[in-house]
């Protein structure tokens, strides 16, 4: 029974407001509490997702092109960065059964950034954890593949290399040119020069971008991470083999749809290198930009010729690049380039282990990708004390005997020349040189070299020198 109120109390009747509010209240806070207990649970440990992992595996695969496999491990719902959640995969394996390669990553996970949608951008962010690969470069081009590192008795290290359904041909190397003993399968990966891979990677890399924005125009996608990456690279060609560490990527497209930034950086040997990367495109015109830039450069990490051992002398260190590279969206090519590098920092080493100094003003190069030229603008050089200004053509070519082949023409002015007794009273006024190098056999080709002064005195000489290298 009801308790009987007091004489002259007045009963306060529940508002209907009252009670809605209270049950808005408790719709409210219960899923509020669930994802408060969720997101505690998130930071300590990933929920899986075993019901629905098989689902997400089949509509991934069925997207893959053919010929490529994908391992997808374990599905979990987890965090990033604490904040954002994201669908993982726990390991991830890709294989391409082709060239037999392999990607191997710790973890891939797809996510969704509420803020990057209210600022226009929706669509997945995407974070590739600890990938690994590793990559074969010969004078077919750099693939991704698999090999084995065999330590032999005698210390030295020996690459196998396991290839997949394709087999690439042989190639042997003799003083009477290139061998090359059966059929490339892939007519993309012919024997090219220089500036063809270099076309060619540029291409590549500005379809990619271009691929990042279309996605994100159409709200598929927002943004592409990298974490912790290496790089295995094996220079078959030469003999050299390359580690690249902590590589890390981020890139995004921009809220206009026709414009991305991001950066990027990596470890090799200890030196720590970095850039930055931007596409700048318009309704305008086709023609988009690609514009890079990259500090603490070493060219060690590409050209063998840079820091090799066995040479009398050779550049170390490292320097800092930058580049333009214009990419036509209606045709996929690259329509021309523009590069700026600054030498200073790096040193000539000499055989006692002596160090000469490098310092330059910054060189600005440009290239047209058809022709495989290069021109250099005038660019002052200073090598322990030894001055001048010079400037010219490199243009790379492929001869189908003797393979990737360079023509050199330099000029040079304002040439002082040290020695013992310190600069030339006079400096040299001139300086022609033209020249050709195959650097398949470290041949170089001196065609005529003249350096003179203003009272008429000439230096001249023509010649070939070999400089052999190790691998």
Same mark, same amino acid.
């Given at each position: 029974?009801?308790?009987?109120?007091?004489?002259?109390?007045?009963?306060?009747?529940?508002?209907?407001?009252?009670?809605?509010?209270?049950?808005?209240?408790?719709?409210?806070?219960?899923?509020?509490?669930?994802?408060?207990?969720?997101?505690?649970?998130?930071?300590?440990?990933?929920?899986?997702?075993?019901?629905?992992?098989?689902?997400?595996?089949?509509?991934?695969?069925?997207?893959?092109?053919?010929?490529?496999?994908?391992?997808?491990?374990?599905?979990?719902?987890?965090?990033?960065?604490?904040?954002?959640?994201?669908?993982?995969?726990?390991?991830?394996?890709?294989?391409?059964?082709?060239?037999?390669?392999?990607?191997?990553?710790?973890?891939?996970?797809?996510?969704?950034?509420?803020?990057?949608?209210?600022?226009?951008?929706?669509?997945?962010?995407?974070?590739?954890?600890?990938?690994?690969?590793?990559?074969?470069?010969?004078?077919?081009?750099?693939?991704?593949?698999?090999?084995?590192?065999?330590?032999?008795?005698?210390?030295?290290?020996?690459?196998?290399?396991?290839?997949?359904?394709?087999?690439?041909?042989?190639?042997?190397?003799?003083?009477?040119?290139?061998?090359?003993?059966?059929?490339?399968?892939?007519?993309?990966?012919?024997?090219?020069?220089?500036?063809?891979?270099?076309?060619?990677?540029?291409?590549?890399?500005?379809?990619?971008?271009?691929?990042?924005?279309?996605?994100?125009?159409?709200?598929?996608?927002?943004?592409?991470?990298?974490?912790?990456?290496?790089?295995?690279?094996?220079?078959?060609?030469?003999?050299?083999?390359?580690?690249?560490?902590?590589?890390?990527?981020?890139?995004?497209?921009?809220?206009?749809?026709?414009?991305?930034?991001?950066?990027?950086?990596?470890?090799?040997?200890?030196?720590?290198?970095?850039?930055?990367?931007?596409?700048?495109?318009?309704?305008?015109?086709?023609?988009?930009?690609?514009?890079?830039?990259?500090?603490?450069?070493?060219?060690?990490?590409?050209?063998?010729?840079?820091?090799?051992?066995?040479?009398?002398?050779?550049?170390?260190?490292?320097?800092?690049?930058?580049?333009?590279?214009?990419?036509?969206?209606?045709?996929?090519? &690259?329509?021309? %380039?523009?590069?700026?590098?600054?030498?200073? =920092?790096?040193? +000539?080493?000499?055989? *006692?282990?002596? !160090?000469? @100094?490098?310092?330059?003003?910054?060189?600005?190069?440009?290239?047209?990708?058809?022709?495989?030229?290069?021109?250099?603008?005038?660019?002052? &050089?200073?090598? %322990?004390?030894?001055?001048?200004?010079?400037? =010219?053509?490199? +243009?790379?070519?492929? *001869?189908?005997? !003797?393979? @990737?082949?360079?023509?050199?023409?330099?000029?040079?002015?304002?040439?002082?020349?040290?020695?013992?007794?310190?600069?030339?009273?006079?400096?040299?006024?001139?300086?022609?040189?033209?020249?050709?190098?195959?650097?398949?056999?470290?041949?170089?080709?001196?065609?005529?070299?003249?350096?003179?002064?203003?009272?008429?005195?000439?230096?001249?000489?023509?010649?070939?020198?070999?400089?052999?290298?190790?691998?």
């Amino acid at each position: 029974m009801k308790p009987t109120p007091a004489p002259g109390t007045k009963l306060r009747k529940r508002s209907a407001w009252r009670i809605l509010g209270r049950i808005a209240t408790a719709v409210v806070a219960a899923p509020v509490f669930v994802l408060v207990v969720l997101y505690a649970v998130l930071v300590v440990t990933p929920i899986p997702l075993p019901f629905v992992s098989a689902q997400v595996r089949n509509v991934v695969l069925s997207s893959m092109p053919q010929g490529s496999q994908l391992e997808l491990g374990d599905m979990a719902l987890a965090l990033e960065g604490y904040v954002w959640p994201v669908i993982r995969f726990s390991p991830v394996t890709y294989t391409d059964v082709k060239t037999g390669g392999t990607v191997s990553m710790e973890a891939l996970e797809v996510g969704f950034s509420p803020i990057r949608a209210i600022v226009g951008q929706p669509g997945a962010t995407v974070t590739i954890v600890g990938p690994r690969l590793q990559v074969n470069q010969d004078l077919f081009g750099p693939r991704l593949a698999k090999f084995e590192l065999i330590d032999e008795p005698d210390g030295s290290r020996t690459v196998r290399v396991i290839e997949g359904q394709d087999q690439f041909p042989e190639l042997s190397i003799s003083a009477k040119g290139m061998d090359v003993q059966g059929i490339v399968p892939d007519p993309k990966l012919g024997i090219r020069s220089d500036n063809d891979w270099l076309v060619y990677n540029m291409e590549a890399a500005g379809n990619g971008i271009a691929g990042i924005i279309e996605q994100a125009r159409i709200g598929n996608f927002s943004k592409l991470v990298v974490r912790d990456g290496v790089l295995d690279m094996n220079d078959a060609l030469y003999g050299v083999f390359r580690t690249f560490r902590d590589i890390n990527v981020e890139i995004a497209p921009g809220a206009d749809a026709n414009s991305a930034s991001g950066n990027y950086s990596l470890d090799f040997n200890g030196t720590k290198m970095n850039g930055m990367v931007d596409w700048v495109g318009g309704d305008a015109s086709p023609v988009a930009r690609i514009q890079a830039s990259i500090t603490n450069f070493d060219p060690g990490a590409f050209s063998p010729m840079v820091g090799d051992k066995s040479a009398a002398a050779t550049a170390v260190g490292t320097m800092s690049v930058s580049m333009d590279i214009g990419f036509d969206t209606s045709t996929k090519k &690259v329509t021309d %380039g523009l590069f700026h590098m600054d030498m200073t =920092g790096m040193d +000539v080493k000499l055989p *006692d282990n002596t !160090y000469v @100094p490098i310092v330059t003003s910054i060189a600005e190069v440009r290239w047209d990708p058809v022709a495989g030229q290069f021109t250099m603008g005038d660019t002052t &050089v200073n090598v %322990g004390g030894n001055t001048a200004v010079i400037s =010219g053509t490199f +243009v790379l070519g492929l *001869d189908t005997q !003797y393979g @990737p082949t360079v023509s050199i023409s330099l000029t040079g002015k304002d040439i002082s020349i040290a020695s013992d007794l310190g600069p030339p009273a006079e400096p040299f006024n001139e300086m022609t040189l033209v020249a050709w190098s195959a650097p398949l056999y470290g041949a170089m080709g001196i065609d005529n070299f003249q350096i003179k002064k203003a009272d008429g005195s000439v230096i001249a000489a023509q010649g070939r020198i070999d400089m052999l290298l190790d691998g």
